[in-house]
């Protein structure tokens, strides 16, 4: 069986006793050596929610990830699990399921040897029999559709199926909170976009509150339910991941979150907006944030909108992607993006090096 | 056209002279090269180890076994193995250690910590058995304070153990520390979230990924402090029947014309040179063929 198909009919709740837990971070700062990796972080994340932590690289996402799971000395702030102060507690202890980027498997040991090994460590008093462990084990390889692996060693599993294996090892021991770094980061694009739907349906089923990291932003848009930007050691903004897309916080979310167009504010760039049919009543700051989908073009008959010249298109699939120039101050060429639909590019019928007017439907003002 | 037309030249008898050709070396290059390796491998390894057995054995096998069961023979055998025995558990623990501390820790001080290690490698093993003296010989620094209390170091069997330690302490964590760095700690991290302590990560997760390189260096260090001369011959004190460890008893036969104690003594370590040279060669076969 391959990812992304429905998951198996069995019922989890006999085999899993998730007790889902909320997670509260309170002015978090971690420095390394001179280096501040993340700079008072505060953080609340409901219990039940599949939230990814989002930035360019070395924002300190995965530090605060390590953090929350104990592997990380946090520094400076507070980690409370449901309320409960955990930062002083070891992370054997802490009932946290955490999957590497690079799987970590143990690489001695069979899927099935992986898989219990965390059933298997428990302390005698809690500890299930090995009859009780096989069940559970195999269980959870159905859960990630891999049972059959289960005599293989890690070095003859894909790196997809893996994945699935480490988590599975890591649901194994019931954790109240499922961290995963960088989960999809070392899988090939059609694998990952199995493994992120099929990760969504699994959160869906097992309703553990859930972390990941990421640097794609179109991974966390499309598998989490809230999303934080991180950058440079700092919360840039939380939220669900319309609320982001729709009304980034800052000039950093609005960039790193899809494409825009920057246009920073002089005379000229004024009234190029203006004509245009962009609203400047509402504007706020300096710099004008343009999705590429809130520009609509037209042939160019009567001068009516913002002018500008096509210059090439691009297939995104559905949508089509058109690179346009128009005349910056001074002379020079500015260029510019735009997104629509296949079908409706193909009823403009345009040419390279057409003339088109613009018309602009909003922009994210930022200082 | 629907047919594919035959090639003109058969591409399979033409592709292995051509491959020889290009990645071989013309036929006299490589006779010699191999010649030249096995003619010296014959001269510097084979002549002589064959020698010593001849030697030990060219008055029979009567003269060999009243040689091996002299009373000093015997003695010297058992220091060795003690010698042996002692250091290389130690050695063990020492080594892994090392590595874990080194390729496990940051620190201040870690790339000193691993030239350091490396030392022992470096100082000539007289040099070695010199520190030894220096520091627990009569004039030496606690050469006072062991008079007083009546410790033998120098010229006894703990300084023959000590200048063994010190020469071996290499061997283990020199084969751990690359394959620790290389492994990562991350399977050790896996398995401290999944509930395990320290200890138990260490047996069931470190342990099993380190034990095949483990061994070598076990190995390693087993034959070199069975073998150790230079650093053993300056603390020892050549006392016959009491600090004599195996090479320095072939020396000291040798020395004094005993020819046939002295290879017979030499037979036995080149058995056990043999020995670890055949375990060594089936752990690096059961390595690869993992």
Same mark, same amino acid.
């Given at each position: 069986m391959e990812a992304g198909q429905p998951l198996t009919g069995i019922d989890n709740h006999l085999i899993f006793e998730i007790s889902s837990m909320s997670i509260l971070l309170s002015n978090i700062t971690k420095k390394f050596g001179t280096f501040t990796a993340l700079d008072h972080v505060s953080l609340e994340i409901p219990e039940g929610e599949l939230v990814a932590l989002l930035g360019p690289s070395g924002c300190g996402k995965t530090t605060l990830l390590r953090i929350i799971a104990g592997l990380e000395h946090t520094g400076e702030g507070r980690v409370l699990l449901n309320r409960k102060d955990i930062t002083d507690q070891d992370v054997s202890h802490r009932g946290i399921g955490f999957v590497f980027q690079h799987y970590a498997l143990f690489r001695h040991m069979t899927v099935f040897d992986n898989v219990a090994f965390g059933l298997r460590v428990k302390p005698r008093r809690s500890r299930p029999t090995e009859t009780e462990i096989a069940k559970?084990?195999? %269980?959870?390889?159905?859960?990630?559709?891999?049972? *059959?692996?289960?005599?293989?060693?890690?070095?003859?599993?894909?790196?997809?199926?893996? #994945?699935?294996?480490?988590?599975?090892?890591?649901?194994?021991?019931?954790?109240?909170?499922?961290?995963?770094?960088?989960?999809?980061?070392?899988?090939?694009?059609?694998?990952?976009?199995?493994?992120?739907? *099929?990760?969504?349906?699994?959160?869906?089923?097992?309703?553990?509150?859930?972390?990941?990291?990421?640097?794609?932003?179109?991974?966390?848009?499309?598998? %989490?339910?809230?999303?934080?930007?991180?950058?440079?050691?700092?919360? /840039? #903004?939380?939220?669900?991941?319309?609320?982001?897309?729709?009304?980034?916080?800052?000039?950093?979310?609005?960039?790193?979150?899809?494409?825009?167009?920057?246009?920073?504010?002089? /005379?000229?760039?004024?009234? *190029?907006? #203006?004509?245009?049919?962009?609203?400047?009543?509402?504007?706020?700051?300096?710099?004008?944030?343009?999705?590429?989908?809130?520009?609509?073009?037209?042939?160019?008959?009567?001068?009516?909108?913002?002018?500008?010249?096509?210059?090439? *298109? #691009?297939?995104?699939? %559905?949508?089509?992607?058109?690179?346009l120039i128009k005349n910056g101050f001074n002379g020079s060429d500015a260029t510019l993006y735009a997104e629509m639909p296949n079908d409706q590019f193909k009823r403009l019928q345009l040419n390279k090096g057409d003339k088109v007017d613009l018309r602009i439907r909003q922009a994210h003002w930022f200082h | 056209m629907n047919a594919i037309a035959p090639p003109l030249i058969n591409i399979k008898n033409i592709e292995k002279p051509y491959r020889q050709q290009a990645l071989q070396d013309p036929d006299w290059v490589r006779w010699s090269l191999i010649a030249i390796a096995v003619g010296f491998i014959f001269l510097f390894i084979c002549l002589p180890l064959g020698l010593v057995i001849f030697q030990a054995f060219s008055k029979g096998i009567a003269a060999y076994w009243s040689a091996l069961s002299q009373p000093d023979t015997l003695s010297a055998l058992k220091l060795t193995l003690l010698t042996a025995l002692i250091t290389v558990p130690l050695n063990t623990v020492f080594g892994v250690s090392a590595a874990w501390a080194i390729t496990r820790f940051d620190f201040k001080g870690k790339s000193i910590l691993t030239t350091l290690i490396d030392l022992p490698f470096s100082v000539s093993p007289v040099i070695s058995g010199l520190i030894f003296v220096l520091l627990f010989g009569a004039q030496g620094w606690f050469g006072g304070l062991l008079l007083e209390h009546d410790i033998k170091v120098i010229f006894a069997v703990p300084g023959i153990i000590l200048a063994t330690l010190f020469v071996t302490f290499p061997f283990v964590a020199r084969q751990l520390i690359p394959l620790m760095q290389e492994m990562g700690n991350q399977e050790e991290e896996a398995a401290l979230s999944l509930g395990a302590g320290g200890w138990k990560t260490f047996w069931a997760v470190t342990l099993p990924n380190i034990k095949w390189a483990l061994l070598y260096g076990v190995l390693l260090c087993n034959a070199r402090a069975m073998g150790e001369f230079g650093a053993v011959s300056v603390v020892s004190g050549h006392i016959r029947g009491v600090t004599n460890t195996l090479p320095l008893h072939v020396e000291v036969s040798y020395n004094d014309y005993d020819i046939i104690g002295a290879f017979a003594g030499a037979s036995i370590l080149a058995a056990l040179a043999i020995v670890t040279l055949i375990l060594k060669t089936a752990l690096e076969w059961k390595q690869a063929n993992r």
């Open positions: 559970k084990v195999h %269980a959870l390889l159905e859960l990630v559709q891999l049972d *059959w692996l289960h005599d293989r060693f890690p070095d003859q599993l894909s790196g997809g199926q893996r #994945q699935r294996i480490a988590l599975a090892r890591a649901l194994a021991v019931e954790p109240s909170v499922l961290l995963l770094d960088e989960p999809f980061g070392a899988l090939d694009a059609s694998v990952r976009k199995d493994l992120r739907q *099929w990760l969504r349906n699994l959160h869906h089923e097992l309703n553990v509150t859930s972390i990941f990291v990421t640097h794609d932003q179109e991974e966390a848009m499309e598998v %989490a339910s809230q999303v934080v930007v991180l950058n440079h050691g700092r919360i /840039e #903004q939380q939220g669900s991941p319309s609320e982001i897309y729709d009304h980034p916080a800052n000039a950093f979310v609005s960039r790193f979150i899809g494409q825009t167009n920057v246009f920073e504010l002089d /005379e000229h760039d004024s009234e *190029w907006l #203006q004509s245009s049919g962009l609203i400047f009543t509402a504007r706020e700051g300096k710099v004008a944030h343009i999705r590429p989908h809130d520009i609509e073009i037209e042939k160019s008959i009567d001068n009516s909108g913002a002018a500008a010249t096509l210059k090439d *298109w #691009q297939h995104l699939g %559905a949508l089509i992607r058109i690179e | -």
